[in-house]
C-alpha cells in the first residue's frame, strides 16, 4: 500500500486546525480531523484526537468496529474534560475520519463532516455519511443533492467530538480490492471542488503523487476559503 498526503492552511484562515496521521503499525490507521473553527482552539482537539489514535494500542484479536467505536467515545470525553478544566478550551470541537485498513478490509469509525471516499472501477463513491444539517435535509427528501454543494447552511454540523457526551459513531468496514483508491479529506477540499471533478482528476492521472498535489492545489485555485487536508491511498 502506497499513501500520500497533502495540508494547507489554506487561503484565508490565519491557521491550520486540522490534523491527520498515517500509521503503519499494528496495520494502516489512517486519520484526517478537522478542528472546528467556529469554536475555541479547534486546533488542540483535532491535535487531542491525533496525538491518542497515535499511541493507542489496537488489538485486532477483538472485534474491530466495536474497538473504533469505543475509542472515539474515549477520545470525545477526553476533549470534553479538557475544555471543562481549561476555560480558554471550552467549547473546541473536531471531526474526526478514521480507518484501518487490515486482512483486505477498511474499518471505518466516523464522526462530523470530513469524509472518506472510495475510488473503484472510475466510480468515486462517500463510504461516510455527513453529521450535517444538509445532509439531514437531502435524507429527508427537502434538499436535491446537487444543491448542497452552494447551500449556505452546508457548515453547520449535527455531531462533532468534544461538544456533547451522548454521540452516535458511524462504523462500517467494505471489502477492498487491488487497484482501489481511498481518499480522506476534510471539508476545505470537497467544499472547493465538486465530486464529479474529484473523480476526474483521480480518472485522469495514475499516479498517486500527483493525484493528491493536483487535487490540493485546484482546492486552493477555487478558493481556498478554509483549512484543506487530504490523503490518498492505493490499495496493492
Known sequence: MEFKSFSSKGNVRKNNEDNYLLRKDPCHVIVVADGMGGHRAGDVASQMAVDFIKEYEFNLEENILEEINSLIKMINKKIIKKGEDNPEYKGMG???SLALIYDNKIYIGHIGDSRIYLFREDELKKITTDDSLVNELIESGRLNPNEAFDHPQKHILTQALGIDKDIN????????KDNDLLLFCTDGLTDMIREENIAEIISNHSDLNTITQKLGKKALENGGSDNITLIT???K
Open 233 to 235: 491511498g492505493i490499495i
Open 169 to 176: 459513531i458511524e462504523t462500517n468496514e467494505i471489502n477492498l
Open 94 to 96: 473536531t471531526t474526526l
